[in-house]
């Protein structure tokens, strides 16, 4: 089974590779928003089997919100991630869980990068955005070694996913 996810990522890159190229690094950045706030999501919800639909049903939410213009699809990903925190420490008395915590605390660091990112602009922002698909392939890495939140499956799918998006907005950042 471990050449199926990482299969899947190498083709989903191949098949998305020209989104690193089209001069915005928006889309980029919400979805560096969006990477931990599933990891948040399948803590929160403490099934990791589920990863897979999360993630499509997050996917499939973010390509809803860019369809619209009332409202950014970055800033809808932040509420969500403070309303699961808020869900969690409610259903725990006050404290999220350890776990909750941890992918709290992932992600915070990255929507930090991703708006960083969009607030300085420019190649500094795709370099910062670069850096923070790099990090997540690494957060991935640590979920897949650690068997923790999400299936292994779907932590070797996002890590490759994640680093070879990485490479690639280096790859335009640089060449492009």
Do not use: K
């Not at 083709?11 to 980029?28: K, M, P």
């Not at 409202?71 to 999220?96: D, I, M, S, T």
Request: proline residues 3%.
């Amino acid at each position: 089974m471990l050449w199926r996810p990482t299969a899947f990522a190498v083709l989903l890159a191949l098949a998305t590779a020209g989104d690193a190229g089209n001069g915005s690094i928006t889309g980029l950045a919400e979805a560096l928003v969006l990477f931990p706030l599933g990891y948040l999501l399948a803590s929160v919800i403490g099934r990791p089997g589920l990863s897979w639909w999360l993630a499509g049903a997050a996917v499939l939410a973010l390509a809803s919100l860019r369809l619209q213009a009332a409202v950014e699809p970055a800033a809808v990903l932040l509420a969500a991630g403070v309303a699961l925190v808020a869900w969690a420490c409610l259903v725990n008395q006050g404290r999220p869980s350890w776990p909750v915590a941890v992918e709290a605390a992932g992600f915070a660091g990255f929507a930090v990068l991703a708006l960083g990112a969009l607030a300085v602009g420019g190649d500094v922002g795709v370099w910062i955005v670069a850096l923070g698909w790099l990090g997540h392939a690494g957060w991935d890495w640590w979920h897949y070694r650690a068997g923790a939140v999400v299936s292994r499956s779907f932590a070797e799918w996002c890590g490759v996913f994640d680093a070879l998006g990485a490479l690639g907005i280096v790859a335009v950042a640089m060449f492009g």
